[in-house]
Nanobody, 122 residues
C-alpha cells in the first residue's frame, strides 16, 4: 500500500499563508505525477495544482499567482505554498499520486492522502 503522509494544514486568518507537505513512498514518487486537490463541503473534489516527475507544473485558474507547487526529490515530498489565503480557500486538501502508464492498475488509478483541513477565517 502506498502511503501519502500530509502535514501543514490548520487555521489561518485571511491574507495569511500556509505550506502543505506530502511525503510519498520512493517508488511511487519517482514515477508519478503528484498533485494537490481540495474539497469544500457540498462541492466536488477539484484539482488545485499538479507537478510531474520532470517538474512541469499546472494550476487551476482560481489559484494561479496565489499558490505554488514544488517537489523535493531527495525527500520524496511535494509542497503547496498558499499565500494571500481567502475564506473561499477553506477546504480539505488532499495529496494525490498517479502514474497513468504503469503496468500496475493501482498505480494508474492513483493514491490519495488522508486529507488535511485548511480553514481561513475572515
Amino acid at each position: 500500500q502506498v502511503q501519502l503522509v500530509e502535514s501543514g494544514g490548520g487555521l489561518v486568518q485571511a491574507g495569511g499563508s500556509l505550506r502543505l507537505s506530502c511525503e510519498a513512498s520512493r517508488r511511487i514518487f519517482s514515477i508519478s505525477t503528484m498533485g494537490w486537490y481540495r474539497q469544500a463541503p457540498g462541492n466536488q473534489r477539484e484539482a488545485v495544482a499538479t507537478i510531474t516527475s520532470s517538474s512541469t507544473m499546472n494550476y487551476a485558474d482560481s489559484v494561479k499567482g496565489q499558490f505554488t507547487i514544488s517537489r523535493d526529490n531527495a525527500k520524496n515530498t511535494i509542497y503547496l505554498q498558499m499565500n494571500s489565503l481567502k475564506p473561499e480557500d477553506t477546504a480539505v486538501y488532499y495529496c494525490r499520486a498517479r502514474a497513468p502508464f504503469s503496468f500496475s492498475s493501482n498505480d494508474r488509478r492513483g493514491y490519495w492522502g488522508q486529507g488535511t483541513q485548511v480553514t481561513v477565517s475572515s
